[in-house]
C-alpha cells in the first residue's frame, strides 16, 4: 500500500487500523480510529478520510485473497464481518448448540409439527391447548421448522414443517424415520423402559427425602439457637452436701484454732 506509515516496531499503518476495528467490540468510527494514533504517535498526521481510504485498500486486499471476511461501515463506524455466502453455514455452527437445549413445550410442540406437518399453528394451538406462537418462533429461530406456504382455510394461515436441520439434530434422513406413535407407545410400555422410569421415580424421592431432612435438620438448629439466645443465665447453686461440707470444715478450722490457744496459755 502507497504511504503506509511504519511504525519503530515494524508495524505498518494499514495493520494498526486493522487491529483497532477487529479488536473493538462494536463498530468503531474513523474519528476514533484516527485519535488513538495520532495520540499516541508523534511522527504522524492523519485524518478520518486518510481511515476510510486506508479501509478500501484492506478490502480490495481481502477481496483479491478470497477471504471469507471484509469490513463494512454499520452504525456510524467500521467492523468486520463475513460475507454473505458464507451465512448458511454460520447459521449451522452458531445454532449447533441451540439445537441441543429445548424446553419441554418446544419438544412437545416440534413433535405435533413433525407428525402433522405442514400444520398451521391454530391447529397447533388446538392439539396443544394453549398459544404456541412464543414456542413456534423459537423453533424458526433454532433453524428446526419453517413456513412452507398458506392454508387454503379463512385467514391463510401461515403452514410450518421441519427442515433439513431438524433431520440432522435428530439424526435422521427423512420425516418418515421417525419412530410411528404405536411404537412409542410398545417403547414405553417395555420392560426395561418401565424399570427405567421407576428407577428414577426412586431417585426424585430419595433427593426429596434428603433435602427434607437436611430441611428438619436445619430447622432445629436455628430453634436450638433460638432457645440459648433467649434463655436467661442461670444462677449457680449449691447443693445441701456441699453447704454441709462448708460448715463441717469451717467448724475443725475453730477447733484447731482453739487448742492454739489452749496450748499457749499452758
Same mark, same amino acid.
Given at each position: 500500500?502507497?504511504?503506509?506509515?511504519?511504525?519503530?516496531?515494524?508495524?505498518?499503518?494499514?495493520?494498526?487500523?486493522?487491529?483497532?476495528?477487529?479488536?473493538?467490540?462494536?463498530?468503531?468510527?474513523?474519528?476514533?480510529?484516527?485519535?488513538?494514533?495520532?495520540?499516541?504517535?508523534?511522527?504522524?498526521?492523519?485524518?478520518?478520510?486518510?481511515?476510510?481510504?486506508?479501509?478500501?485498500?484492506?478490502?480490495?486486499?481481502?477481496?483479491?485473497?478470497?477471504?471469507?471476511?471484509?469490513?463494512?461501515?454499520?452504525?456510524?463506524?467500521?467492523?468486520?464481518?463475513?460475507?454473505?455466502?458464507?451465512?448458511?453455514?454460520?447459521?449451522?455452527?452458531?445454532?449447533?448448540?441451540?439445537?441441543?437445549?429445548?424446553?419441554?413445550?418446544?419438544?412437545?410442540?416440534?413433535?405435533?409439527?413433525?407428525?402433522?406437518?405442514?400444520?398451521?399453528?391454530? *391447529?397447533? $394451538?388446538? &392439539?396443544?391447548?394453549? =398459544?404456541?406462537?412464543?414456542?413456534? !418462533? +423459537? @423453533?424458526?429461530?433454532?433453524?428446526?421448522?419453517?413456513?412452507?406456504?398458506?392454508?387454503?382455510?379463512?385467514?391463510?394461515?401461515?403452514?410450518?414443517?421441519?427442515?433439513?436441520?431438524?433431520?440432522?439434530?435428530?439424526?435422521?434422513?427423512?420425516?418418515?424415520?421417525?419412530?410411528?406413535?404405536? *411404537?412409542? $407407545?410398545? &417403547?414405553?410400555?417395555? =420392560?426395561?423402559?418401565?424399570?427405567? !422410569? +421407576? @428407577?428414577?421415580?426412586?431417585?426424585?424421592?430419595?433427593?426429596?427425602?434428603?433435602?427434607?431432612?437436611?430441611?428438619?435438620?436445619?430447622?432445629?438448629?436455628?430453634?436450638?439457637?433460638?432457645?440459648?439466645?433467649?434463655?436467661?443465665?442461670?444462677?449457680?447453686?449449691?447443693?445441701?452436701?456441699?453447704?454441709?461440707?462448708?460448715?463441717?470444715?469451717?467448724?475443725?478450722?475453730?477447733?484447731?484454732?482453739?487448742?492454739?490457744?489452749?496450748?499457749?496459755?499452758?
Amino acid at each position: 500500500m502507497k504511504n503506509d506509515y511504519q511504525f519503530i516496531d515494524g508495524s505498518r499503518l494499514s495493520t494498526v487500523i486493522e487491529a483497532l476495528i477487529f479488536a473493538s467490540d462494536e463498530p468503531i468510527s474513523g474519528s476514533k480510529i484516527r485519535d488513538i494514533i495520532v495520540e499516541n504517535e508523534e511522527q504522524i498526521e492523519i485524518t478520518t478520510e486518510t481511515v476510510s481510504d486506508f479501509v478500501d485498500k484492506l478490502n480490495e486486499r481481502y477481496d483479491e485473497n478470497g477471504l471469507s471476511f471484509y469490513i463494512d461501515r454499520l452504525g456510524g463506524g467500521y467492523t468486520f464481518v463475513t460475507r454473505s455466502k458464507y451465512h448458511y453455514w454460520l447459521s449451522i455452527y452458531q445454532h449447533e448448540n441451540a439445537y441441543r437445549k429445548l424446553s419441554q413445550s418446544a419438544i412437545e410442540s416440534l413433535a405435533i409439527v413433525a407428525y402433522r406437518q405442514p400444520i398451521t399453528k391454530p *391447529e397447533v $394451538d388446538q &392439539i396443544r391447548g394453549v =398459544d404456541s406462537g412464543y414456542i413456534l !418462533r +423459537q @423453533l424458526m429461530e433454532k433453524a428446526l421448522i419453517e413456513v412452507s406456504g398458506r392454508a387454503d382455510s379463512p385467514g391463510k394461515p401461515l403452514l410450518y414443517r421441519t427442515t433439513k436441520h431438524f433431520l440432522r439434530h435428530f439424526g435422521i434422513n427423512s420425516v418418515s424415520e421417525l419412530p410411528k406413535p404405536r *411404537e412409542i $407407545d410398545e &417403547i414405553l410400555k417395555d =420392560d426395561d423402559m418401565a424399570e427405567h !422410569r +421407576q @428407577l428414577l421415580m426412586e431417585r426424585q424421592l430419595m433427593m426429596e427425602e434428603l433435602e427434607d431432612q437436611d430441611d428438619e435438620e436445619i430447622r432445629e438448629e436455628l430453634q436450638s439457637i433460638l432457645e440459648e439466645g433467649n434463655a436467661a443465665p442461670e444462677k449457680e447453686t449449691i447443693s445441701e452436701t456441699e453447704q454441709e461440707e462448708d460448715l463441717d470444715t469451717e467448724e475443725e478450722q475453730n477447733n484447731e484454732k482453739d487448742d492454739d490457744y489452749s496450748g499457749e496459755e499452758e
